[in-house]
């Protein structure tokens, strides 16, 4: 029966998918079944492009290259899909000093190998243990951390949650009011006050609210901010002190969203928003373009933080659980 | 980066000079340092090799100037180098037609929608009557997001509320232009992506609809190595005029706009450098150049100060300080000086290897030092700014608790006043070159 409510939630949300789909002929007509499966198949497709811009170069060259020549073009895929020079060079060294004795066919599974290790050791799925769960949402402007919130909201719905978003970006033009549209799709509340708020005292009526209508889950949006801006940065402190204050304890998770697309400077993102409020969870957007998101590699081997999960659409149920394995094998 | 570019290119050329010409040989190293430095800046690797590969041929040969070092003449053919590629000169707008029509197209999330309320101010403030049309119907509250900033600009917008499709908007947000008499449109669009090609087509219909003079593909300038793809699919399947880079207010060193300019070919226009919609800039490529080498953007930082520091006040000043007559007050003028050039960050951020020593010494500016400063001088009478030598202890907590802090920081005020007095002192005796140092207004 579980699918068949969730067969519900879908025809109920069919009013807004259709709008974008208007263009595609006969999308309109598509049925749940054609939606799920298109859903799969642009993940599917997404993945294998990253993968072919990779396998590309490298199996082309399992034509009689020497295996310097081949390592030197695995690090260069690598610096392509934004690991970074310094990561890249690192890991393909890594590989060579394991290489001796192998042959060449070995060297893509050895890559993968090494990739997928990195990152399995910040594959941890978010566990929502008690109750209520407070998560908060950080990142730059535009990353994805209003529509991740949605998705999330809608995913926690469906097992049986209960949801409460609080719309704690008061900066942003109609950020409210689109955080609110979230509400509706999924079905949850939202806490509000007037834009040009303080972000503080909205997640103070937030926390009451969720304590009072018993809450399962409390998401917190917060308004997207470059991470180099001190008094931004300290705003966000705050903010976090004020769900601290108001329950003990809390938020019990923070997770800094990043754009697939982004470069090296996400680096500097994760560590400054993780020195600010103390990152405990990753959710990396946008994967279902060209972009390969490699940039996720660096930020696991120096700052262990979890990844949580990839966006990959803009599609209520386009939230994924980040599995490191799927992962590198996209990559190479 | 620890080390800035130019200071590594000193230290492996520093033996050409005996050499007499720059040669394959001994650019091998500085070469390689250019191509970590633009990878580490996102520029793309295939971008990167072509770059080093012009590089080099301009380099080699080059006899070495007596004029300069040979890690000084290494910098400045790679910097007129990538100056050149992003864009030699400066290129604005090309507003044909009436009403002439610019859209924004880009990736979800970039800053288009923001990008079409800062244009309509900038427009505005250049007396054009710009109109704001929302084609955006498909993320939730897009249409009201820009209304809210039309309204912020007071600029009108075109009523898409009721609208069914992006084409039905750009249809009617014409006919009302025609009627009402707006000289310019400037069209938002939904951020999509390049290979989702129903979407891609809808903005060729979009396209044929408008005619527009203008189409900007509004790009973040934190983007990785995938910039060319996107750059490429927009400009393939609509063909952009132009590039807007937004979000360049952070410490993202921008690599991608090259990437974006030597794949399409486009000049890129504006840089986005704030939420507010007043933080829109014209593109200068020899600052971004200056960026993406982590060489700093010293021009800009000049332009600024000029452009903030008058000459006037400057004179005053100095004529103030020969007198050795330089009270608090004129302190505070200077802060407030230094405050119009924009955050202490965004200054600082222009300064050459700034944002190396920032990451390597972990500094962080704190933005509210100056209001603290401006509330303490603002408690002060008038004689005690003219004369902070009567400013006894009791006077000293006054002061904290006018401005709501502690008696420590304004002793640490009074103090920096008169450290800054007494190299003052020693400015006025090194004569006029000495003070022109001391004010941006006055560098020339
Ligand atoms: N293709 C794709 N688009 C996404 C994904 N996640 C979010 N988006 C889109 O990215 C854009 C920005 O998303 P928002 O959720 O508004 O981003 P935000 O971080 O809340 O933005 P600010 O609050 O303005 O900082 C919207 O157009 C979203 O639809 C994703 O996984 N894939
Ligand atoms: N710091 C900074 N933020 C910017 C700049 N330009 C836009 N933003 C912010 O980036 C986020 C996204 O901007 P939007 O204008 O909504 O982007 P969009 O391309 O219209 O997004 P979609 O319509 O969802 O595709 C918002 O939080 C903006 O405030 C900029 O130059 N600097
Ligand atoms: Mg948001
Ligand atoms: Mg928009």
Redesign the interface.
Known sequence: MFFYAKREKFEFDSKWWT??????AG?SSMGMFDRVKAGFDSLKAGLA?THNAIMGSVESAFTGESREELLERLE?SL????V??KASSEIVDHMRTKLVGKDMEKLRECLRDEISGILQAVERPLVVDRSPFVIMVLG?????KTTTIGKLAHRCQSTGKSVLLAAGDT?????I??L???GKRVGCPVIRQA?GGDPGAVVFDAMNAAVSRRADVVIIDTA?R??????LMEELKKVKRVISRELPGAPHESILVL?A??????I?QARLFNEAVEVTGIALT?L?????GG?IIPIARELKIPIRFIGVG?GIDDLRDFDAKDFAEALI | MLESLSEKFRKILRDVRGQGSLSESNIQEALKEVRLALLEADVNFTVVKDFVAAVKEKAMGKEVLESLSPGQQFTKIVHDELTDLLGGTDSGLELKGRPSVIMLVGLQGSGKTTTAAKLALLLKSKGRNPYIVPADLFRLAAVLQLKKLAAEVNVDCFDSENMKTPADVCREALRVAGIKGYDTLLVDTAGRLHVDSSLMQELQSLKEILKPAEILFVADSMTGQDAVNTAKGFNESVGITGVVLTKFDGDARGGAALSMRMTTGKPIKFIGTGEKVDCLEVFHPARLAGRILDMGDVLTLIEKAQATFDEKQAKELEKKIRKDAFTLEDFKDQLQQIKKLGSLESILSMVPGFSALKQAKDIKIDEKEITRVEAIINSMTRKEKQDVLCLNASRRQRIAKGSGTKVQDVNKLINQYQDMRKMMKKMKSAGPRGLRGMFPGRMR
Do not use: C, M, P, Y
């Open positions: 709008l974008k789909e208007g263009v595609n999308a492009r260069e610096i392509r899909s934004d970074g020079v730059v402007n535009g990353v994805g900066f942003r033009a109609a950020a009011e689109q609110e549209g979230w834009q997207g470059l991470h180099t801006k001190v008094n754009d697309g982004t470069g090296q400077n996400a500097n946008k279902d373009g060209t972009a390969k940039i803009e």
